[in-house]
């Protein structure tokens, strides 16, 4: 395994934060509240397109509506919208991304490949790096 691209994770100058919501304990306005309250000093990037704003924040309404090449980016969508969002980010230049959400490998598409390995296939050709976490996996208080 080679180093590239880990940067993206441990000290990233901005974060898109895919799946961003005003719901109160979800996992999309933690993480949101969390990087506002938490002392990152990057520029934070919500995605929504419901919303126009969230904690005082623009909201953009896709990836591809994204102004800057993210360096991180903190997905917490459902799984069907993952492979998608992934190739997305790839795309645009996105070093490294961090999955929330559960049921990656459960689901699987016709020719019975899994969400997952869709999700990879995606980040292969960009070497966007990915770390997968499941929802149990964060707390949420």
Do not use: W, Y
């Amino acid at each position: 395994m080679t180093i590239r691209n880990l940067e993206g994770f441990f000290k990233p100058r901005s974060v898109a934060v895919i799946g961003a919501s005003d719901r109160a304990r979800s996992v999309g306005n933690t993480l949101l509240t969390n990087l506002m309250q938490g002392g990152f000093t990057g520029q934070i990037l919500p995605v929504n397109p419901r919303h126009r704003s969230l904690c005082g924040l623009p909201v953009h309404a896709s990836v591809a509506d994204l102004t800057i090449t993210r360096d991180l980016a903190v997905m917490c969508t459902p799984p069907p919208t993952v492979p998608g969002l992934i190739a997305d980010l790839a795309a645009r230049s996105t070093r490294a991304a961090i999955v929330i959400t559960a049921g990656l490998t459960a689901l699987t598409d016709v020719g019975g490949s899994t969400v997952k390995q869709q999700m990879l296939a995606a980040a292969r050709p960009c070497l966007l790096r990915i770390s997968v976490r499941t929802a149990l996996d964060c707390s949420c208080r």
